[in-house]
């Protein structure tokens, strides 16, 4: 079992839906949790940052962890096609030395 | 505040040929992180500096790579005798030491031929 899965997609939706990203994880020990955004071609930029369960809410997004489940999810409201991206889940190490990432979701919004 | 910046943007290069990336991660940060990306993947650890220190390097990292972050500032990576399987878009990242999270650069596009 991979350390960190995610569906790749691709995932289609109108303008203005809610799209909901999700990863599950498999290390129990798992404290932190990212989510970035990478356009065609260009790096990966940070969207979210969460340490424990619960949800953080920044804008138009949410981030809701499950550590239970071991389940991450990236709620996106009101979508705009300016959100059509790939997003990646990433988790740091235990040791802190690198992020294990999923292999990132392609979201396209259509006008 | 300036981001991380990479050089260069693209490389194409042929098959044996050397090539050497440079990094310049956002000044206050002391961690630099390099990364690969493939296609359809997600970015993969390659090798990690804390200041000058290279601390940790990834099974990715044949003995045809080698890393160097002189005076704990820029970084540079250098493939050797490159195969087209280097082929991949080469991720630096900075961070500062108090917290897990990375900030990435626009990355480097290698095509081996």
């Known amino acids: 079992q991979k350390e960190v899965e995610q569906d790749p997609g691709p995932l289609s939706v109108p303008e203005g839906a809610i799209v909901s990203l999700n990863c599950t994880y498999s290390?129990?020990?798992?404290?932190?949790f990212m989510w970035y955004r990478q356009y065609s071609r260009k790096g990966p930029e940070l969207l979210m940052y969460?340490?424990?369960?619960g949800n953080k809410e920044d804008g138009r997004f949410t981030a809701q962890v499950d550590k239970s489940s071991k389940y991450i999810s990236l709620f996106i409201r009101d979508s705009q096609p300016s959100d059509s991206a790939t997003y990646l889940c990433?988790?740091?190490?235990?040791?802190?030395?690198?992020?294990?990432f999923g292999k990132g979701t392609t979201l396209s919004v259509s006008s | 505040d300036t981001g991380v910046s990479q050089d260069p943007r693209h490389k194409i290069t042929k098959r044996g040929q050397n090539v050497t990336f440079r990094c310049d991660p956002i000044s206050e940060h002391n961690r630099l992180y390099w990364y690969r990306q493939t296609l359809g993947q997600g970015p993969e650890f390659l090798t990690y500096?804390?200041?000058?220190?290279?601390?940790?390097k990834s099974r990715l990292l044949s003995d045809r790579f080698s890393a160097e972050r002189p005076k704990g500032s820029f970084s540079t990576l250098e493939i050797q005798r490159t195969e087209q399987g280097d082929s991949a878009m080469y991720l630096c990242?900075?961070?500062?030491?108090?917290?897990?999270?990375?900030?990435f650069g626009p990355g480097t596009r290698l095509l081996v031929l």
């Open positions: 290390n129990s020990a798992f404290q932190y």
């Open positions: 500096f804390q200041n000058e220190a290279q601390l940790e």
């Open positions: 990433a988790i740091p190490n235990q040791a802190g030395t690198a992020l294990i």
């Open positions: 969460t340490y424990s369960s």
């Open positions: 990242a900075s961070g500062p030491t108090s917290r897990e999270t990375q900030y």
